[in-house]
């Protein structure tokens, strides 16, 4: 974005001015939108990072806290991909033909008006996972075994992925759902005191076992495609909620070989999930030991959403890893991703830095009772725990085109 932008800097005050003096420059308000969808992006997996790190410090109310505005970020940058700008009162949405246009008022409890970020990041979601946009973009990133989402749907007798969109936006959503006018979990961990309640602790051990998971989620297929495991999970998911477990038989349709669909079917029939996954499909009460990591492992999806969106955008613009290196270079090192001048080939090359903190971490477990406090942890495997924190490369997988 160029540094005349008119609304660069403090962007809601001057588009609520010029809004109400007819006066916005549609050009400088385009270009802004369109630049906050990556920079949304960014701050969300920073955010994830920080509440893994919380969550691995025993900090539940942080995390807690810092999982919900990693949601709330990736939301705004899937949404300012989609040529909606969330500001302060008065939200622009840029239609196809370049006029702006501003989102109407909201029914809430108090009546309808126009609604604030936190109140209005929701009903925008929820209408746009009911749109083609939304199948078009589950279909683009789940392709399992090369297998666009909607013809697995339609091989196992499933009607469009629009309708996959929903179901997923409405589990995922839940947190930015509840936020309507005052009363939420948000509230109660970011602005009361955390040491006037005494909620249930997870074992250290436990909350080993969601970074690991969480992180294999992330993890790129041999062939270095990403986030390919998630895919797989994410169809087993969908299906699961359509009611659907397809036979081998339904496989081969699709023009997967005899071998590989009976493997598919039995994937898909199984029971075997990834931690976050289960974690993503549940609300439970602010005080509930899993809470914190239930709104963790949905940030994590909404980011991979919103990181799609915003990468189709970027691929359609021309832009490549070498064209962005001048961002994820300096990026990695002010993240402590890797030294000034060390950054690798390809961002990819970082998994095995991730490899190897968990094999270090899993190493020291087995020499461990299963009861280890955190204080032993923190001490003995602090490194690789560290490193285990860092979420801010999924920024750099994710947005690289």
């Known amino acids: 974005m160029r540094q005349s932008n ?36 960014v701050d969300g997996w920073s955010f994830l990072s920080r509440g893994v790190d919380c969550a691995v410090r025993g900090d539940t109310y942080s995390a807690l806290h810092f999982g919900y505005y990693a949601e709330l ?12 700008g969330i500001f302060n009162q008065r939200h622009p949405a840029i239609l196809k033909d370049g006029t ?9 409890e108090s009546g309808y008006r126009f609604g604030g ?10 209408h746009w996972a009911q749109q083609k946009s939304a199948e078009r973009l589950f279909d683009h990133i789940i392709q399992p075994a090369g297998v666009p989402l909607s013809r697995w749907m339609h091989g196992c007798g499933l009607g469009v992925s629009s ?10 959503g839940v947190d930015l759902a509840a936020t309507n006018d005052d009363h939420s979990n948000r509230n109660l961990v970011s602005y009361r005191p955390s040491c006037f309640r005494s909620p249930d602790r997870l074992a250290p051990a436990q909350v080993l ?8 989620l992330f993890e790129p297929s041999a062939q270095r495609t990403r986030f390919q495991t998630l895919e797989q999970h994410l169809l087993k998911q969908i299906l699961r909620m359509s009611g659907v477990t397809p036979s081998a038989t339904m496989i081969e349709s699709l023009g997967i070989d005899q071998a590989e669909a009976i493997n598919w079917s039995r994937f898909l029939a199984s029971n075997e999930t990834l931690v976050p996954l289960d974690d993503s499909q549940k609300k439970s009460d602010v005080d509930d030991s899993r809470c914190h990591l239930q709104v963790l492992s949905r940030a994590a999806l909404i980011l991979f959403l919103a990181s799609a969106s915003t990468r189709r955008h970027l691929a359609v613009g021309g832009f490549d890893s070498n064209a962005l290196s001048f961002w994820w270079h300096q990026f990695g090192v002010q993240r402590g991703l890797w030294p000034l001048g060390g950054e690798p080939d390809d961002s990819l090359d970082f998994w095995s830095e991730v490899t190897d903190s968990l094999d270090e971490i899993r190493a020291w477990r087995t020499s461990q009772p299963a009861d280890f406090t955190l204080h032993t942890a923190s001490r003995s495997i602090a490194t690789p725990m560290r490193c285990l924190a860092g979420f801010e490369i999924g920024s750099i997988w994710g947005l690289l085109p």
Do not use: Q
Request: hydrophobic residues 45%.
């Open 6 to 41: 008119r609304y660069r800097i403090d962007c809601t005050e001057r588009f609520d001015a010029d809004n109400h003096g007819s006066t916005i420059n549609r050009g400088h308000l385009i270009e802004y939108v369109s630049a906050s969808a990556p920079a949304h992006v």
């Open 73 to 84: 970020r990736a939301a705004m940058g899937l949404l300012a991909s989609e040529g909606v």
């Open 100 to 108: 702006v246009t501003v989102i109407p008022k909201i029914k809430m």
């Open 117 to 126: 970020t936190h109140a209005i990041v929701w009903p925008c979601l929820e």
């Open 163 to 172: 309708a996959a969109a929903y179901r997923c936006m409405s589990k995922w």
């Open 209 to 216: 076992d969601f970074v690991e998971d969480l992180w294999r």
